[in-house]
């Protein structure tokens, strides 16, 4: 089998499964409880809270433990502007952003606040002079992904944070649930607010997440009853999957610094041998895209036949985002690139991790080209 659908989810590393499973067994006390067993479990969160916070160089107690990338999204958004409302109701986002910061900023305008959707160019990048253009007297915070889920673009967050610095009313929140491990984002160089990350794109378990709140910021919870994680997010925490995300997020980040140049290779030997394809359009930014992502279209083919007919040779690739693909909807933010329907309907994401290798690469050009082969002559 060739797993090349990472940025759907990732294979929990062995490791981390141990670590959730020694937890769950053996300290399984909910961390709230007086007791020894309470103790313990807490003391286990804490330690988690502060390795993970040591990797990120911030502080421990800037760090909200959520169920995923879509809380952690929803938690920045709405509790933000929420908290925030009575000294502005503008907010401001990209045309390109994952389903979860749309449609909270689409909730957010049901609800009075009015909302500025910047454009991006044919890269799918969002220009810093666009940014500051949009801020008026009632902005209250501007979110942006760092790398976008789809195509691989990174976003220019250091100098957005730059000009957003001059405006300290305004809130800034990155969506950095792609970039980590991929592409480095240090929150404190580039003046973010807040930050959204998802355990099981780096190889931790699905259902765990981490906000960053930078000390001194204030939002509303989504969640109340319990005051749990400094009352930003009650509920009796899951402490097997916060251990095992401090595990995940301290092996990926020391891939990052010994196997990224690998990565970039392998990224190059699949846009090379997919340039050979006449049937072929790239949409993935040949400069400052993540080094884990292609996306591209196969001009004359349904996306989800190229899809299945790949699984058939045990190859895993995706259409748009997974949150996105049952509903087979034309991919938005390639429409926003400027990519024509008909194209952005036979968009395909190959996106890697540091298992794969430059051989499953190769494997995976000679099965494109053999499939593009035998598609067309089913065709004709």
Same mark, same amino acid.
């Given at each position: 089998?060739?797993?090349?659908?990472?940025? =759907?989810?990732?294979?929990?590393?062995? /490791?981390?499964?141990?670590?959730?499973?020694?937890?769950?067994?053996?300290?399984?006390?909910?961390?709230?409880?007086?007791?020894?067993?309470?103790?313990?479990?807490?003391?286990?969160?804490?330690?988690?809270?502060?390795?993970?916070?040591?990797?990120?160089?911030?502080?421990?107690?800037?760090?909200?433990?959520?169920?995923?990338?879509?809380?952690?999204?929803?938690?920045?958004?709405?509790?933000?502007?929420?908290?925030?409302?009575?000294?502005?109701? @503008?907010?401001?986002?990209?045309?390109?952003? @994952?389903?979860?910061?749309?449609?909270?900023?689409?909730?957010?305008?049901?609800?009075?606040?009015?909302?500025?959707?910047?454009?991006?160019?044919?890269?799918?990048?969002?220009?810093?002079?666009?940014?500051?253009?949009? $801020?008026?007297?009632?902005?209250?915070?501007?979110?942006?992904?760092?790398?976008?889920?789809?195509?691989?673009?990174?976003?220019?967050?250091? /100098?957005?944070?730059?000009?957003?610095?001059?405006?300290?009313?305004?809130?800034? @929140?990155?969506?950095?649930?792609?970039?980590?491990?991929?592409?480095?984002?240090?929150?404190?160089?580039?003046?973010?607010?807040?930050?959204?990350?998802?355990?099981?794109?780096?190889? #931790?378990?699905?259902?765990?997440?981490?906000?960053?709140?930078?000390?001194?910021?204030?939002?509303?919870?989504?969640?109340?009853?319990?005051?749990? /994680?400094?009352?930003?997010?009650?509920?009796?925490?899951?402490?097997?999957?916060?251990?095992?995300?401090?595990?995940?997020?301290?092996?990926?980040? /020391?891939?990052?610094?010994?196997?990224?140049?690998?990565?970039?290779?392998?990224?190059?030997?699949?846009?090379?041998?997919?340039?050979?394809?006449?049937?072929?359009?790239?949409?993935?930014?040949?400069?400052?895209?993540?080094?884990?992502?292609?996306?591209?279209?196969?001009? #004359?083919?349904?996306?989800?036949?190229?899809?299945?007919?790949?699984?058939? *040779?045990? $190859?895993?690739?995706?259409?748009?985002?997974?949150?996105?693909? *049952?509903?087979?909807?034309?991919?938005?933010?390639?429409?926003?690139?400027?990519?024509?329907?008909?194209? =952005?309907?036979?968009?395909?994401?190959?996106?890697?991790?540091?298992?794969?290798?430059?051989?499953?690469? @190769?494997?995976?050009?000679?099965?494109?080209?053999?499939?593009?082969?035998?598609?067309?002559?089913?065709?004709?």
């Amino acid at each position: 089998m060739i797993y090349f659908d990472n940025s =759907a989810t990732t294979k929990p590393y062995k /490791e981390v499964i141990d670590s959730f499973l020694k937890v769950t067994t053996e300290y399984f006390g909910n961390p709230s409880s007086l007791h020894r067993m309470g103790g313990e479990a807490e003391k286990l969160l804490n330690m988690g809270r502060k390795q993970i916070a040591d990797l990120l160089e911030v502080k421990a107690n800037e760090l909200i433990f959520t169920s995923g990338g879509t809380e952690s999204n929803n938690l920045a958004v709405k509790g933000a502007a929420l908290m925030h409302r009575k000294r502005g109701n @503008h907010i401001v986002t990209t045309a390109v952003e @994952h389903a979860s910061i749309k449609e909270s900023f689409q909730q957010l305008a049901e609800l009075g606040f009015k909302v500025t959707y910047l454009p991006v160019d044919r890269e799918g990048r969002v220009h810093v002079k666009d940014v500051e253009q949009a $801020i008026s007297n009632d902005t209250i915070l501007v979110s942006i992904m760092h790398v976008n889920n789809e195509v691989g673009t990174v976003q220019p967050i250091e /100098e957005i944070g730059k000009i957003l610095k001059k405006y300290p009313k305004i809130l800034f @929140h990155v969506d950095n649930i792609q970039g980590i491990g991929k592409v480095p984002l240090h929150l404190q160089k580039c003046s973010v607010d807040l930050c959204s990350y998802s355990a099981h794109k780096f190889h #931790g378990l699905k259902g765990t997440g981490l906000l960053y709140i930078r000390e001194g910021v204030n939002i509303s919870p989504l969640l109340t009853g319990g005051n749990q /994680e400094r009352k930003h997010r009650s509920g009796t925490e899951n402490v097997a999957g916060m251990v095992a995300l401090a595990k995940a997020l301290r092996m990926t980040l /020391e891939n990052e610094k010994k196997q990224s140049d690998k990565l970039l290779q392998i990224k190059e030997a699949l846009i090379k041998g997919l340039s050979e394809l006449e049937e072929v359009t790239i949409h993935t930014p040949a400069k400052d895209s993540a080094p884990h992502i292609i996306n591209f279209s196969m001009k #004359g083919f349904k996306a989800e036949v190229f899809v299945h007919a790949l699984e058939e *040779k045990d $190859i895993y690739v995706s259409t748009t985002s997974a949150c996105s693909s *049952k509903k087979q909807a034309v991919s938005s933010t390639l429409i926003a690139m400027g990519v024509q329907e008909e194209e =952005a309907k036979s968009a395909i994401r190959i996106s890697l991790s540091y298992d794969n290798t430059i051989e499953e690469a @190769h494997f995976v050009i000679k099965a494109i080209k053999e499939t593009v082969n035998k598609l067309k002559e089913v065709m004709n």
